[in-house]
C-alpha cells in the first residue's frame, strides 16, 4: 500500500518479502560504514518484522521501504524512531549505495519529514551523522534542521554531528 508519493517515489508499509530487498541496503557494509555497521539477514528480518507489528497495532508506519515508481525497487529506507524522551523521535534514513548521488534521498526525506511532523505530532525532531558523512550532513541542513554540537555516538563508535528541528 503506497503511503506517499513524490514525482519519483513511492513510501509504502512494510511486507514480509522486504527483509531480502532492504538487506542491500543494510546488509551493505559501505551503506552502513557510517551506522553501527552491517547487519545480519536475521536482524534484518526481525527489524522489518518489528516495523510490520508497528503497522498493524498501530494502523500507520513510522519507517518506510522507498520505492522507484519506474521499476517498484526497494533504494532505501526513511523515517522514525521513538526515543527516551516523550514526543521526540530521531529522523534517519538508509539509501542503496548504488543510488546516491540521485537525489532519491533528499527527495524521500523532505516528504517523510513532513508526513512524521504531521502524524506523530513530535515536539522536536532529532538526527545525527558521522562527520565524514557529507552526503547525509547536507540533506540535514538542507531540510533545516539545527546544527547542535559535535559528539561521540557511542553505537557508531564515532564522532558525529547533532541535529535537531523543533517543531512547536
Given at each position: ?89 530521531e529522523f534517519m534514513y538508509h539509501f542503496r549505495e548504488d543510488t546516491w548521488g540521485k537525489g532519491y534521498a533528499s527527495e524521500a526525506a523532505s516528504t517523510v519529514l513532513d508526513y512524521g511532523i504531521d502524524k506523530l505530532k513530535p515536539k522536536k525532531i532529532i538526527a545525527g551523522a558521522a562527520i ?37
Amino acid at each position: 500500500m503506497s503511503v506517499l508519493q513524490t514525482e519519483r517515489l513511492i513510501m509504502r508499509y512494510w511486507k514480509q518479502e522486504d527483509s531480502e530487498k532492504v538487506a542491500k541496503i543494510w546488509g551493505n557494509t559501505a551503506t552502513m560504514k557510517y551506522c553501527a555497521g552491517a547487519m545480519t539477514d536475521e536482524l534484518i528480518k526481525n527489524v522489518v518484522n518489528s516495523y510490520i507489528r508497528f503497522q498493524e497495532e498501530n494502523d500507520y508506519s513510522i519507517m518506510f521501504p522507498i520505492e522507484l515508481k519506474e521499476n517498484k525497487d526497494i533504494v532505501g529506507v526513511c523515517g522514525f524512531q521513538k526515543t527516551q524522551e516523550k514526543d521526540v523521535f530521531e529522523f534517519m534514513y538508509h539509501f542503496r549505495e548504488d543510488t546516491w548521488g540521485k537525489g532519491y534521498a533528499s527527495e524521500a526525506a523532505s516528504t517523510v519529514l513532513d508526513y512524521g511532523i504531521d502524524k506523530l505530532k513530535p515536539k522536536k525532531i532529532i538526527a545525527g551523522a558521522a562527520i565524514e558523512n557529507i552526503g547525509s550532513l547536507k540533506i540535514l541542513e538542507k531540510l533545516n534542521f539545527t546544527f547542535l554540537e559535535e559528539k561521540w555516538f557511542d553505537d557508531t563508535q564515532m564522532n558525529g554531528r547533532y541535529y535537531e528541528l523543533k517543531v512547536n
